[in-house]
């Protein structure tokens, strides 16, 4: 597409302020752009994620969602971070509803105050895995570093990943992602990443690795704090709260915190355990931190 100009936003989300959390590209008006040309600059722009707003009218809104190395139907700081970049230049109104391959995610958000939440699809609980060696290895562990009262379990909420107990905050810390091994963990357990964490006194604190997305390690995942909120609400891990704020990114230089809200589908009150599927909302900070052009 010789000639065109295509504009984007540069946006950090899951953060209290600019130039912290993870960071998006979104481009409002992708015209013509093919499949090819929408990977091609996810790549160019390097983050872990890149949204292109295919329709955008009343109070919802489609888009795609590309890593640098492949098509995502669902993540999390792209839905936070383009719903706001869509309220805030008045494309959409609040509450929204925003469509992805996924299906469909309600968003709300609060230009003023600069922050926006969304609820995640019905959380769906895929088998325990048993391997613990091989989940240990893969991230420089040992299975007396993994929690021993909580499983290894991929849980999705429109994404699935792998959840990883580690006993301690400190054992998180020194995890090292063995990229071949991460792979055939996320394979064999049927994730699309490792989600690991440990509990602090603030809250949660999580570490994300990848093996497929060219992201390496994540600065905040949207996407994996949902299935962790429900997965610490099924085992015990919220008290009497239901609710958490997540931690992650300290360990790239990105520190993020990602707020949790969790109830059953259908329950009389936010922990009736008696109804349906856990249902989480996950909400944070936003910051539109940059505007411009590629020239293609």
């Known amino acids: 597409m010789p000639g065109v100009n295509v504009p984007f936003r540069l946006v950090d989300v899951f953060t209290p302020r600019p130039l912290a959390g993870n960071q998006l590209c979104v481009v409002p008006e992708p015209g013509q752009l ?7 600059i996810a790549k160019e722009i390097g983050f872990s994620e890149t949204t292109f707003v295919t329709e955008a009218a009343g109070d919802r809104y489609a888009m795609r969602i590309f890593t640098p190395g492949q098509e995502l139907p669902f993540a999390g700081h792209p839905t936070l971070g383009t719903a706001f970049v869509l309220v805030g230049e008045g494309r959409v109104s609040t509450p929204a509803t925003q469509v992805i391959a996924a299906g469909e995610i309600p968003v709300d958000v609060d230009v003023a105050s600069g922050t926006a939440w969304m609820t995640q699809l019905p959380a769906e609980f895929g088998p325990i895995f048993p ?26 909420t429109g994404l699935p990943t792998t959840i990883v107990p ?38 949660v604190t999580a570490r994300m690795f990848d093996s497929e997305f060219g992201i390496g390690e994540d600065p905040a995942t949207g996407s994996a704090a949902g299935p962790l909120g429900a997965y ?10 239901w609710s ?3 931690h992650q990114g300290e360990q790239v230089g990105r520190p993020s ?3 949790i809200e969790v109830h059953r589908e259908g329950g009389l009150w936010p922990g009736d355990r008696s109804s349906g599927a856990w249902r989480v909302r996950v909400g944070g900070g936003v910051h539109v931190v940059g505007r411009g052009e590629f020239e293609l």
Not at 34 to 40: L, N, V
Not at 134 to 154: E, Y
Not at 232 to 241: R, S, V, W
């Open 257 to 259: 915190e990602l707020h």
């Open 244 to 246: 958490v704020t997540i």
């Open 34 to 40: 093919d499949d090819a040309e929408m990977q091609a």
């Open 232 to 241: 610490l609400a099924e085992y015990g891990g919220l008290g009497k709260t």
């Open 166 to 203: 580690i006993w301690e905050l400190e054992m998180l810390r020194r995890a090292t992602r063995n990229e071949h091994l991460v792979g055939e963990a996320v394979a064999a357990s049927g994730g699309q990443d490792l989600y690991l964490f440990a509990h602090t006194a603030e809250g």
């Open 131 to 156: 391997d613990r060696d091989l989940i240990a290895s893969a991230i420089g562990l040992t299975t007396g570093d993994l929690d021993k009262g909580r499983p290894v379990q991929t849980v999705s």
